[in-house]
């Protein structure tokens, strides 16, 4: 016993209680983990979505070769990835496969940490979850709950995120005509403000939160149903299957919704300062298409659907 009556109370070495200063906790490093893996997919993924955007604005800057399709018939087949990417390489090397780059880490940082803040002051402990003893409505009720909750989620972050996507779309799709009007992050911001203002940093935006939204309550629903209707309480692996049921449904349901993504990116790069006597595509046109629906027709227009697929 100490003076005064105060007992002490040993405390073990090897447990540090933690404060201030005394470095991150768990749920910080698997914070700045998740982080770093999520900039390290982007890396990794970026070429396969430089040589996706420069097929989706129409740049075919290699022949198409003859082939046989699967009844015997002879067609022509447009360059396949590694092709593209070995013609991206021939003209600017190999880092040239990574232009845009850094605006694409960026955003892809910023939303993540955005979802993980926003995950934490709405927590899904707070959230009532599906279970096989709800009715219908009960199930329903919850399915909404929980899908408004990655809607949420999904829009904040998508927004955050849309003016690096911008500028990074408008990056690469320099590569058609040559142009280096958006050199770096800083001179592209700068060009997007004076030229466009403020509603420049948000071209696109519209289309790709009506493909999340969909893709989101589309998903949910068809997983809910399949789950609940589809699989068999009394089978073995009901568990199982049911866990992959969403993921599954999110790659049927991403055929569904790419059109949205489609037209959000061109309307990115459409009518950006691009030379039209140059650029052998078609978001460079004389009367520029920034409004959704204007955009989605002319495409329709132009590639009669199969420029969606």
Not at 282 to 293: A, C, D, G, N, W
């Amino acid at each position: 016993m100490r003076a005064g009556g105060m007992a002490a109370i040993p405390v073990s070495p090897a447990v540090i209680p933690a404060g201030p200063g005394m470095g991150p906790g768990p749920a910080e490093g698997a914070d700045a983990l998740f982080v770093a893996l999520s900039a390290g997919f982007t890396v990794l993924s970026h070429p396969l979505l430089y040589v996706k955007l420069l097929v989706q604005v129409g740049h075919e800057p290699l022949p198409p070769t003859v082939g046989r399709n699967l009844l015997g018939r002879k067609v022509f087949y447009l360059p396949g990835f590694f092709t593209y990417a070995r013609h991206i390489v021939e003209v600017d090397g190999k880092m040239g496969l990574f232009r845009g780059l850094s605006p694409r880490i960026l955003s892809s940082v910023l939303s993540t940490i955005n979802r993980e803040q926003v995950k934490k002051a709405f927590p899904l402990e707070d959230m009532e979850h599906v279970s096989n003893k709800d009715d219908v409505k009960t199930s329903l009720r919850k399915v909404a709950k929980e899908t408004c909750h990655e809607m949420m989620i999904q829009c904040v972050s998508r927004i955050i995120s849309h003016p690096l996507h911008v500028i990074s779309m408008r990056c690469m799709v320099q590569f058609v005509g040559r142009e280096l009007k958006y050199s770096n992050m800083f001179s592209s911001v700068r060009t997007i403000w004076k030229e466009e203002g403020l509603l420049g940093f948000f071209v696109g935006l519209v289309p790709h939160i009506l493909g999340d939204l969909i893709f989101l309550w589309c998903c949910n629903l068809l997983a809910h149903f399949i789950n609940t209707y589809a699989v068999d309480d009394n089978f073995n692996q009901a568990s199982v299957i049911r866990s992959y049921t969403k993921f599954v449904m999110g790659i049927a349901v991403s055929m569904l919704t790419y059109p949205f993504l489609l037209v959000g990116d061109l309307m990115a790069v459409n009518n950006c300062g691009g030379n039209s006597s140059e650029v052998p595509a078609y978001f460079f046109v004389e009367r520029p298409h920034q409004q959704l629906f204007s955009l989605t027709n002319f495409i329709w227009e132009k590639e009669a659907n199969h420029r969606f697929l």
